[in-house]
């Protein structure tokens, strides 16, 4: 159920999610189970205009300068950022 509504929650704020392969929505779809809609879209807009762009390497690189990647530990966040740059979970 959770997972339903982080996947609407995706669809109703980004008119360029069903658009993604299905790597790169279950990426969006977890970043907003995790840390939800209000903070991944405050605390991540260039990463999410990259990934609108689908300019993945940016995307990756964004991903990766904050603090996001040191709260969930570096082999989880170079998981995520594998997902979004190459589209294919590791």
């Given at each position: ?10 669809r109703?704020n980004?008119?360029w999610?069903?658009?993604l ?15 939800g809609i ?6 991540n807009?260039?990463?999410?205009a ?11 690189a ?6 996001w ?8 966040a ?6 979004i ?6």
């Amino acid at each position: 159920n959770d997972l339903d509504i982080a996947t609407a929650e995706a669809r109703s704020n980004f008119d360029w999610f069903d658009g993604l392969d299905p790597v790169r929505q279950d990426f969006i779809v977890m970043m907003i189970f995790n840390i939800g809609i209000s903070t991944l879209k405050r605390a991540n807009p260039k990463m999410l205009a990259a990934i609108e762009a689908h300019d993945w390497l940016k995307a990756g690189a964004e991903l990766m300068d904050g603090d996001w990647h040191n709260d969930v530990g570096q082999t989880r966040a170079n998981a995520m950022r594998m997902a979004i740059e190459l589209g294919q979970w590791p």
